[in-house]
Every structure is written in structure tokens, then in C-alpha cells.
């Protein structure tokens, strides 16, 4: 957990672009709050959403700032802004990652959360992979892509990465452009910055 958003320095990532990029149906904007709708998610994790994070909201299309929702139109396929759903912690199970901002100032700040399902049981385990507090909360959003997408095999074994899955922070503010890879590691969330 992160309160900014200076980076832990790992060793270099090596680009692996050998994945193809399947075409999705274009989104209408008339269609685009559907994609944010709450049944994406298991009732157990809106429960907990709704009981923790009640003054918090999904991130969604219609907070981004311009040059954040134009780079998220160009995401395929496109999903909501704010919820990234894969095979994150291993090859069995889904997690489910959620980008929340307060639903009073959505611009203020954002949590980035994942859950996960626990061994033999309906419930989820929620860990917070990063906080942020200094404004430009509109700036943000996630996507989850195929970890193939990123390391070879040989920086997989390097990196202990055996999910299929990452997710992608990406800022596309105004004046800067940023994305950050979270992967699963030696049992926790890894951050590392890539070109994306």
C-alpha cells in the first residue's frame, strides 16, 4: 500500500509483445455506464464494497478527465475504468480488482483493491494494492492483460509470476502519461512502471 506514488525499483522487465490483440465490438457512449454495472461483480464483494466503502464509488467513464477517457476508448477490449476481472493471484480463480473514488470528490483520490476468493469458501479476501491522496483521481483507470503481454518466460521465472493476469494503472493526465503493471509475486502485489 501506497500513499504516493514513488516506485520501488525492480530489476528491468523484458518486453515480450507476442500476444495478439483480439478486436472487440465497439461500446456506444449511451452503453458505456453499463459497463460499471454492480452485477459484474459476486454479491460478497458488493456487500463489502458497500459496507466499508460506502462513501466511495467505481471509477467510471463519465468522471475520467478528457485525456484519461480518451485513452480509455482506446483500450480493447473496452471494460469499465474502474473494475479489472482475471486470473491475477493464480490459474484457477478469478480476482477481481476495483478502482474507488469518493462518491462526493470524485477527483480527490482513489484505493485500488483486489479481491480475491478464499480456499473452499464464497468469500473473499480484500487487499489494498495502493492509495492515493493528492488529487487527479480523474486522471485514473484500470485494465486487465495478459501477463505474456510483459515478461517472457525467463523474466516469469525471474519474477516468480505464475498467474496468467496482471492489472494496469494507467494516469493519462494532461501532462503526463504514466502506467503502472501490478503482478503477483511471492504472495503479494508487485509494482512495476512500463511503456504501455
Same mark, same amino acid.
Given at each position: 500500500?501506497?500513499?504516493?506514488?514513488?516506485?520501488?525499483?525492480?530489476?528491468?522487465?523484458?518486453?515480450?509483445?507476442?500476444?495478439?490483440?483480439?478486436?472487440?465490438? &465497439?461500446?456506444?457512449?449511451?452503453?458505456?455506464?453499463?459497463?460499471?454495472?454492480?452485477?459484474?461483480?459476486? &454479491?460478497? @464483494?458488493?456487500?463489502?464494497?458497500?459496507?466499508?466503502?460506502?462513501?466511495?464509488?467505481?471509477?467510471?467513464?463519465?468522471?475520467?478527465?478528457?485525456?484519461?477517457?480518451?485513452?480509455?476508448?482506446?483500450?480493447?477490449?473496452?471494460?469499465? &475504468?474502474?473494475?479489472?476481472?482475471?486470473?491475477?493471484?493464480?490459474?484457477?480463480?478469478?480476482?477481481?480488482?476495483?478502482?474507488?473514488?469518493?462518491?462526493?470528490?470524485?477527483?480527490?483520490?482513489?484505493?485500488?483493491?483486489?479481491?480475491?476468493?478464499?480456499?473452499?469458501?464464497?468469500?473473499?479476501?480484500?487487499?489494498?494494492?495502493?492509495?492515493?491522496? =493528492?488529487?487527479?483521481? =480523474?486522471?485514473?483507470?484500470?485494465?486487465?492483460?495478459?501477463?505474456?503481454?510483459?515478461? =517472457?518466460?525467463?523474466?516469469?521465472?525471474?519474477?516468480?509470476?505464475?498467474?496468467?493476469?496482471? @492489472?494496469?494503472?494507467?494516469?493519462?493526465?494532461?501532462?503526463?502519461?504514466?502506467?503502472?503493471?501490478?503482478?503477483?509475486?511471492?504472495?503479494?502485489?508487485?509494482?512495476? &512502471?512500463?511503456?504501455?
Amino acid at each position: 500500500m501506497r500513499s504516493h506514488r514513488a516506485h520501488r525499483v525492480l530489476p528491468a522487465i523484458v518486453l515480450f509483445v507476442g500476444c495478439p490483440i483480439v478486436p472487440a465490438t &465497439p461500446v456506444k457512449p449511451s452503453d458505456w455506464s453499463a459497463l460499471c454495472r454492480p452485477e459484474i461483480l459476486p &454479491p460478497a @464483494i458488493r456487500n463489502r464494497l458497500k459496507e466499508e466503502f460506502g462513501s466511495w464509488k467505481i471509477q467510471e467513464p463519465a468522471h475520467l478527465s478528457p485525456w484519461a477517457h480518451a485513452r480509455w476508448q482506446d483500450e480493447k477490449p473496452l471494460t469499465c &475504468p474502474g473494475i479489472a476481472v482475471g486470473q491475477f493471484e493464480n490459474n484457477r480463480t478469478r480476482s477481481y480488482a476495483v478502482l474507488l473514488v469518493p462518491r462526493d470528490h470524485p477527483v480527490a483520490r482513489y484505493r485500488l483493491l483486489v479481491f480475491s476468493p478464499k480456499a473452499g469458501r464464497q468469500s473473499f479476501e480484500m487487499k489494498t494494492v495502493e492509495q492515493f491522496d =493528492d488529487g487527479g483521481a =480523474d486522471n485514473f483507470f484500470i485494465h486487465g492483460v495478459q501477463i505474456s503481454r510483459f515478461f =517472457d518466460e525467463q523474466s516469469k521465472r525471474t519474477f516468480q509470476v505464475y498467474a496468467r493476469e496482471c @492489472i494496469l494503472l494507467v494516469d493519462s493526465a494532461e501532462s503526463e502519461y504514466e502506467t503502472d503493471l501490478y503482478f503477483w509475486s511471492n504472495s503479494r502485489y508487485e509494482r512495476q &512502471p512500463v511503456d504501455y
